[in-house]
């Protein structure tokens, strides 16, 4: 299969004349743990809807494993994993059945199974019969990764995953993703504004500034050019001119 999980070119979103997303070129391969990081209403989540499938594109193209956006199949959506920003899920439903709701909506042979070994893999089981609706931010979170990866996805978007939760939810989060691309070789396409957590978890990062791609390189490089954490924030901030000024 082609090493590329995600093939922009030129992806643009507009709204009126406003362009959310301009000219996106962006390559992600197979295996990266990738972090996307920029400014509030940088394009980000704009750009996860389009490569889920959710946001049709105003020009451009975009690839997810070898699948143009445009289509909606469920067998192109097969490849694709989504945890939103806000997890919905049925309130007065038990973990179980959110989850069970979902599998068989995806397809999911064996379910029950697979539900087990996903909440298993997630160090949770014994949520399953609990009503979602007694769920502090960070179960939901939970129930929502088990959600998005019950298909076994081979890439999985995450919008700000970190958002809302506290320093031993954002551990936990970051060590369950990280096994996730270990164990499973799972890509990782993830928005986020935490930039510790970008160097602890990702092996790739770009920046977008105002819709447009302003920076793009793998950690490693990243770190041998600019060393630790706080230049890492100085060279974001540098590429986002908008907020640094905005900042200061
Ligand atoms: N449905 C919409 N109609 C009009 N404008 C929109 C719509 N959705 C998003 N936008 C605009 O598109 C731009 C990009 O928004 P987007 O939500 O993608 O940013 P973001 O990088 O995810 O921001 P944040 O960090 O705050 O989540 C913003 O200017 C936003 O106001
Ligand atoms: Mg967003």
Redesign the pocket.
């Known amino acids: 299969m082609n090493t590329y999980v995600v093939e922009t070119r030129q992806l643009t979103k507009r709204y009126g004349d406003h362009a959310a997303v301009k000219n996106l070129s962006l390559s992600v391969e197979r295996g990266e743990v990738f972090g996307f990081l920029g400014h ?3 394009g ?3 750009t ?1 809807h389009m490569l889920t499938t959710l946001l049709k594109p105003t020009s451009g193209t975009a690839l997810v494993c070898g699948k143009s956006v445009t289509d909606q199949s469920l067998e192109a959506r097969r490849h694709i994993g989504y945890v939103p ?1 806000n997890v919905r899920l049925y309130d007065t439903m038990t973990a179980r059945a959110n989850l069970l709701f979902f599998a068989r909506l995806s397809g999911v042979e064996n379910p029950d199974r697979r539900i087990d070994e996903t909440l298993d893999f997630l160090e949770c089981r014994d949520l399953a019969p609990r009503l979602v609706g007694s769920f502090s931010k960070g179960l939901r979170q939970r129930i929502g990764l088990a959600q998005a990866i019950l298909h076994r996805p081979d890439v999985l978007f995450l ?2 995953p970190t958002s809302g939760l506290d320093p031993m939810g954002i551990k936990t989060l970051r060590d369950l993703i990280v096994r996730l691309n270990r164990e499973f070789g799972t890509t990782i396409f993830m ?1 986020t504004h935490l930039i510790s957590e970008i160097s602890r978890t990702c092996t790739s990062i770009g920046v977008l500034n105002q819709g447009e791609l302003v920076f793009r390189d793998t950690i490693e490089k990243v770190t041998e050019r600019y060393g630790s954490e706080s230049s890492l924030e100085e060279l974001y901030l540098s590429v986002t001119p908008v907020q640094a000024k905005g900042a200061a």
Request: negative net charge; glycine residues 10%; proline residues 0%.
């Open positions: 509030n209403g940088a980000k989540t704009t996860i920003e919008d700000e928005n």
